[in-house]
């Protein structure tokens, strides 16, 4: 088979495109999250908990030891941290790799999986530098309905799944466009 170079430069350049994009995400989301959760450590750190518009903005430092709304908090500090570090660079590296391999990703697709790959980079940057914890500080609320605490990194992550998801051809619909072409 005799592959058209034009063909393959196109091929190159949708690839360095889409690395472009994955970077960019990357880098804009987590420097956003470590700037955010810098900030918190310096005034909410000792500060009591600020609430707006009658609570439903509800702003506390804490420390998750856990997983997501603190699953796993409750085991062995080096069981927890270990498992928690490995956990979180694995869903890196196959978020990452499903970004940068996946054949052909829709572009909010791909920005869809840059953003669960910067939320667990952020997050796993909390657990690497933060004794195994990740620094939470938000939480959202109408009256005895609310969020757990969480923080920017977890916005990308559900924002990133959410987008992925959405965006997803589905099976049929898929093939049909296929046979159409």
Not at 22 to 47: E, H, P
Not at 172 to 181: F, I, V
Request: hydrophobic content about 50%; proline content about 4%.
């Amino acid at each position: 088979m005799v592959r058209d170079p034009h063909q393959a430069r196109s091929g190159i350049v949708k690839r360095i495109l889409r690395l472009g994009l994955v970077v960019v995400i990357l880098v804009a989301w987590v420097g956003c999250d470590q700037i955010v959760k810098q900030f918190v450590r310096v005034s909410l750190f000792k500060s009591p908990p600020i609430s707006l518009l009658y609570d439903s903005i509800h702003l506390a430092y804490t420390e998750n030891p856990g997983a997501f709304l603190g699953l796993g908090a409750n085991l062995p500090g080096t069981a927890r941290n270990a498992s928690a570090i490995a956990f979180a660079s694995l869903v890196l590296i196959v978020t990452l790799g499903a970004a940068l391999n996946t054949r052909s990703p829709s572009t909010v697709q791909l920005a869809g999986l840059a953003l669960v790959a910067a939320g667990g980079l952020g997050n796993l940057i909390d657990r690497l530098t933060n004794n195994g914890s990740v620094i939470d500080f938000l939480r959202l609320g109408i009256g005895p309905l609310h969020t757990g605490v969480f923080n920017v990194a977890d916005i990308a992550i559900v924002a990133g799944l959410v987008l992925f998801l959405v965006f997803s051809p589905r099976g049929g619909e898929e093939a049909a466009a296929d046979q159409r072409a």
